[in-house]
């Protein structure tokens, strides 16, 4: 039986199968596991950004600090965590401790959490150029073995983007906490009422933000093996609409893990096809935004349908 | 002292202002009290630009939860790069590149209106989306050389009578008929009702597509005016021109106490807010912080502006 709600939750995917065919059927060349493997390279960097933004979309909040966050991890990483670890390692555990006491005050102090990221946006860049005012440093060997690792058959970025966006379905939406997280995004006050401390949730939810968000840095420094504060500038905007492509709401804690990385790669790989359409150049971010409106136009009119029947 | 509270209880955008004055007389203090009048104009002549987009983000922003405006940086750009090409710096042209360009400005809004209310796509993606195709249309349009203001609109842009600039006036006139709009007229008085409640506003007659219709098209058109001006003070226009006002446009609204959640403006807290931001850049820039230091530390005054104004009262 086909309903409307399962045509919506197939969207994403379908989304993805049309670009995914689109591009081959433009560029054949690019069905083999080369093709794959260098059109999908920073599937795995934008897929964990993806999710770091969809925990906080979870709680109602959104983050517009995720990019700048991601290219300081990098900064960091290529600097202070390949010349001593120990300490490396520490700073990236504070920066996730940071996250987790924006949550804490944005919710004691019921602040706007587009206000507070903004400035935090800034934060982040700031420190990042201190660290390294021009592009610069060296990623960590194992960080670059590790990204450049070949898996056999299917290239490693689809395998990693999968896995990661199947641990965090099960884990948010299977697990009993999951629940409670998605709830204090669709009613806080209910939540409270039950006994749930909203402060928690928010660390929590922030902290999660906050790791994955380091892990996007690492990973994303593995591929470019340089570090540079502003290389990641667009991935807040790009996290935004991954989460919102993967069917998840601005409010009301409705999202969608799995599609998220999914409706991140759409938009990765749409880039992609859209090079191999030989598109001027002048035209090629206006073709993204295309993009995005006929996938959200088309969700609309399922459910639009949806309401309706 | 109590009176002193309740006075910036009651005016959220008084904040601004006294944002504002202390970084100013920490800078002022600093240079031992040396161009302290021109770091003043200098502030209202850059602040100017953030005005006039601060003002249609404020209405956009103060139409409801989720409603943002995110592509005044591209309208900008879009409305000025159509100016300066249909001017192309012929002075008998300037009229018909102010109303190419503004028409540009009003095709966007209506664009915009269209993804939001018929494709249903939620605010903040669907002015993101339709930035992207915006920014395309001015980057293939503008393809090319610089081409210079004409000298009519740059003496209008950069002219200042007694250290006041003439734009700054300008953007005054505006500034008080949006507030007079905001209090007077059925629109305004819209815009605030449906922010607060959008099924009360319904249930009261509003119509709330026609109130949102007017406030996206506002808030293009004041990019537009934005683009057109900041083209003829800075010389041209410049594909990244609007890039600067993603952030100072929202941040401006909301350092000037408009509520996040909707239904309450502050029309005074966006110049607050606006030369608060110019002039605190100016300060650490008085202090010889190096750029990494200099983004570092707004970051942190922003935030702690918005911690100590507090944020939204809890609602019901």
Redo the contacts between chains.
């Keep these: 039986m086909i309903t409307r709600s399962l045509i919506r939750k197939a969207l994403p995917f379908l989304s993805l199968a049309i670009v995914l065919l689109a591009t081959f059927i433009v560029q054949p060349r690019t069905m083999s596991y080369f093709g794959l493997n260098l059109m999908m390279q920073y599937a795995v960097p934008i897929a964990l950004a993806t999710i770091a933004q969809m925990f906080v979309i979870t709680v109602n909040d959104?983050d517009l600090s995720i990019g700048p966050f991601v290219g300081l991890v990098g900064c960091i990483s290529a600097t202070l965590l390949l010349d001593n670890p120990a300490l490396g390692i520490l700073a990236l555990l504070a920066l996730m401790a940071c996250y987790g006491a924006v949550g804490a005050?944005i919710h004691l102090?019921?602040?706007?959490s587009?206000?507070?990221t903004?400035?935090?946006?800034?934060?982040?860049?700031?420190?990042?150029?201190?660290?390294l005012?021009s592009p610069g440093g060296k990623a960590p060997e194992w960080l670059k073995a590790m990204m450049a690792f070949k898996m056999p058959i299917v290239p490693l970025p689809i395998i990693a983007a999968l896995v990661i966006g199947i641990v965090v379905h099960l884990a948010l939406m299977q697990s009993s906490y999951g629940v409670v997280a998605r709830g204090a995004g669709g009613n806080a006050k209910a939540m409270a009422r039950a006994g749930w401390s909203m402060l928690n949730i928010k660390v929590i939810m922030y902290a999660l933000a906050g790791f994955f968000g380091v892990l996007s840095g690492l990973s994303l420094l593995g591929l470019t093996t340089s570090a540079d504060a502003h290389v990641a500038d667009r991935y807040t905007?790009f996290s935004?609409?991954g989460v919102?492509l993967g069917g998840g709401?601005?409010?009301g804690g409705r999202v969608s893990p799995l599609g998220a990385v999914v409706g991140a790669l759409t938009l990765a790989l749409a880039g992609s096809f859209l090079i191999f359409l030989k598109i001027?150049p002048?035209?090629?971010?206006?073709?993204?935004?295309?993009i995005?409106?006929i996938v959200?136009?088309l969700r609309?009119a399922v459910?639009?349908g949806e309401a309706r029947s | 002292m109590s009176r002193i509270t309740s006075f910036l209880r009651a005016r959220p955008w008084a904040w601004s202002f006294i944002a504002a004055a202390a970084v100013w007389l920490a800078t002022v203090a600093y240079t031992g009290g040396q161009g302290a009048g021109e770091i003043l104009t200098a502030a209202l002549s850059f602040a100017t630009f953030a005005i006039i987009v601060g003002l249609g983000q404020m209405m956009v922003i103060s139409t409801g939860?989720?409603n943002?405006d995110l592509s005044i940086p591209a309208t900008i750009t879009l409305s000025g790069v159509v100016a300066m090409k249909v001017m192309d710096t012929d002075s008998s042209r300037m009229l018909i590149g102010i109303v190419a360009a503004l028409a540009c400005a009003l095709a966007v809004g209506v664009f915009n209106f269209v993804?939001i209310r018929l494709?249903?796509?939620?605010p903040?993606?669907?002015t993101?989306?339709?930035?992207?195709?915006v920014?395309?249309?001015a980057?293939?349009y503008g393809?090319g050389i610089r081409i210079k203001p004409p000298p009519p609109l740059a003496d209008f842009a950069t002219a200042r009578i007694a250290g006041i600039p003439i734009a700054a006036v300008f953007v005054l006139l505006i500034t008080v008929l949006i507030a007079f709009a905001l209090r007077r007229t059925f629109y305004g008085r819209s815009v605030l009702a449906v922010g607060q409640n959008e099924r009360a506003a319904w249930l009261a007659g509003i119509s709330v597509d026609r109130t949102r219709f007017i406030t996206y098209v506002l808030s293009a058109l004041l990019s537009g005016v934005c683009g057109i001006v900041l083209s003829g003070f800075s010389g041209g226009a410049a594909l990244n021109m609007g890039e600067d006002f993603l952030?100072s446009s929202?941040?401006v609204v909301?350092?000037g106490g408009t509520s996040?959640?909707g239904g309450r403006a502050s029309v005074p807290g966006i110049w607050g807010a606006a030369l608060f931001m110019f002039l605190l850049v100016t300060m650490l820039n008085t202090f010889g912080a190096?750029?990494?230091?200099?983004?570092?530390?707004?970051?942190?005054?922003?935030?702690t502006v918005?911690?100590l104004a507090?944020?939204?009262?809890?609602s019901r």
Excluded: C, Y
């Design positions: 959104l005050l102090r019921n602040l706007p587009i206000v507070v903004l400035g935090l946006s800034f934060v982040w860049l700031g420190i990042a150029v201190l660290i005012p905007l935004i609409a919102i709401e601005f409010i001027s002048d035209w090629q971010i206006g073709a993204q935004g295309a995005l409106i959200l136009a609309a459910s639009f | 939860p989720g943002v993804l494709l249903r796509i939620p903040i993606i669907a993101l989306s339709s930035s992207f195709l920014l395309s249309t980057i293939s393809r952030l929202i941040a909301v350092i996040v959640a190096s750029a990494g230091l200099r983004f570092m530390l707004t970051g942190l005054i922003i935030i918005i911690v507090g944020g939204e009262k809890e």
